[in-house]
């Protein structure tokens, strides 16, 4: 028995029960893919069934406003996928007629579909002869066949894709995809990969050679950029100010609070001296409350947050600045950071404010 046959032979026997495995409605393998791209699926899985309860078609996703569709994304991190896959639903209900394209060649048209996701649609969906590759696959292959060329090279991305395509059961393609992601998922983990009950092991080059340590191989990623945010809590009664991210920067539409970001980390007492503070605020601004440096780590980026609440009201508004009734925050997609630090300060019992 081959490689590729012992993996189904052992999905079968092995693979987790999740929603998403019980149908080939292309709508719901894509909401699937999409949700769980560098999500765990222990935490994306909530998201998914809370996504498909509001949008059981993709035209009910289509319909839906890129508020409603980021606040039920909020804390699931990366939200341009979630503004792709408005784009991409509204593409689908006004040029497919609300039918989710199948086949790899219309999906790799759509927005926030690359090769892997489309691949993964099309073999899941109608058992198109597409190889899927992903960090697991990568993974798998990588240590089986002892191959130490960077996955996240050009030349990487290639060979594995080649190896891929090689080892594919062109008979079952969407099984065999599916069992080269779970086992990559539950068996040949990151970390303290299953070797000892690993069914393929022998045949394993990492395993023989004790290398699976070692693979694969990853060039270095871009040096993170630390980000300096100084976040202004304004109330005034029962309302508080906030701001609406625009523009290409991280968290484009969600909510914040007004902010002045500085170059070099900036002392609490030397905040009300900032220029740009000052224009805001006027030369006589007092700090009511300030609060511990907070750090938030994002994909190329550590932000250093620090919270001030301040007295009085801004003399400049800029235009996404708007006051809204503390009791309808709820309504409003949230940064984690921002989500957790008010929800701290207005003392909501159990997130209930901020529920779905």
């Avoid at 935490?43 to 409603?68: H, I, M, W």
């Avoid at 050679?209 to 029962?238: G, H």
């Avoid at 007295?311 to 009791?327: C, L, N, Q, R, S």
Wanted: include cysteine; charge should be positive.
């Amino acid at each position: 028995m081959n490689f590729a046959n012992q993996l189904v032979q052992w999905y079968h026997v092995n693979k987790r029960d999740l929603p998403w495995r019980h149908t080939t409605n292309a709508y719901i393998i894509w909401l699937s893919e999409v949700i769980l791209q560098q999500t765990r699926v222990e935490q994306g899985l909530p998201y998914f069934n809370r996504f498909l309860a509001a949008y059981p078609t993709v035209t009910d996703f289509a319909n839906a406003s890129e508020d409603e569709i980021l606040k039920l994304w909020q804390g699931l991190g990366y939200y341009s996928r979630g503004r792709n896959m408005l784009k991409t639903a509204r593409l689908v209900r006004d040029e497919y007629k609300g039918n989710f394209p199948e086949s790899y060649q219309e999906l790799i048209k759509l927005k926030g579909i690359g090769e892997y996701t489309a691949a993964a649609i099309s073999s899941f969906a109608v058992n198109e002869a597409r190889a899927v590759v992903d960090g697991n696959v990568y993974r798998v292959l990588a240590r089986y066949f002892g191959v130490d060329e960077p996955i996240n090279s050009t030349k990487g991305k290639k060979l594995f894709q080649q190896l891929a395509d090689e080892v594919l059961d062109k008979e079952q393609p969407g099984i065999h995809n599916q069992a080269m992601m779970e086992f990559g998922a539950v068996l040949c983990k990151p970390k303290n990969p299953a070797c000892g009950i690993c069914m393929v092991r022998l045949g394993c080059e990492a395993f023989k050679t004790n290398a699976t340590t070692q693979l694969p191989v990853k060039l270095k990623t871009v040096k993170v950029k630390e980000r300096f945010f100084n976040y202004f809590l304004i109330i005034d009664s029962s309302r508080i100010l906030m701001n609406k991210r625009t523009g290409n920067d991280i968290w484009t539409g969600l909510y914040d609070l007004p902010l002045v970001e500085t170059s070099t980390l900036t002392e609490t007492n030397e905040i009300v001296t900032l220029p740009e503070v000052k224009a805001y605020f006027g030369p006589t601004l007092e700090i009511e409350e300030a609060f511990g440096l907070q750090k938030h780590v994002l994909t190329h980026q550590r932000l250093i947050i620090r919270f001030v609440k301040v007295k009085g009201k801004p003399v400049h508004f800029e235009p996404d600045w708007f006051y809204v009734d503390i009791e309808e925050l709820h309504k409003l997609a949230l940064p984690k950071i921002i989500f957790k630090f008010l929800t701290n300060f207005f003392k909501f019992e159990n997130n209930s404010l901020f529920s779905n």
